[in-house]
Nanobody
Framework: EVQLVESGGGLVQPGGSLRLSCAASGFTFSQYYMSWVRQAPGKEREFVGGIDSNGRTWNADSLKGRFTISQDNAKNTLYLQMNSLKPEDTAMYYC?????????????WGQGTQVTVSS
């Protein structure tokens, strides 16, 4: 069974940093594209960043320079390092993957971890 479990969220002051983790299980983590998506209250889900099986990364243009995505294949864990946090970064952060199984792609989401940026 594919499972994605996020952790590391919390309350942080503007300008602070957090590192989110997403522990993956039930599939060969290193072979699949992984991404972070966030959703603020009253807003649509927004792509944050992604990393492919070759370690190539993508970030949303608006977040470049502040957010860094990485992974540890030995630990089956995806990370999101967030620096210089702003109140507008307040959102639920989810990790996501798509697994090819039985002739089709299926999307899997974690339960999310809440990030609140406030003084």
């Amino acid at each position: 069974e594919v499972q994605l479990v996020e952790s590391g969220g919390g309350l942080v002051q503007p300008g602070g940093s957090l590192r989110l983790s997403c522990a993956a299980s039930g599939f060969t983590f290193s072979q699949y594209y992984m991404s972070w998506v966030r959703q603020a209250p009253g807003k649509e889900r927004e792509f944050v960043g992604g990393i492919d099986s070759n370690g190539r990364t993508w970030n949303a243009d608006s977040l470049k320079g502040r957010f860094t995505i990485s992974q540890d294949n030995a630990k089956n864990t995806l990370y999101l390092q967030m620096n210089s946090l702003k109140p507008e970064d307040t959102a639920m952060y989810y990790c996501k993957t798509e697994i090819y199984c039985s002739g089709s792609w299926r999307v899997y989401w974690g339960q999310g971890t809440q990030v609140t940026v406030s003084s």
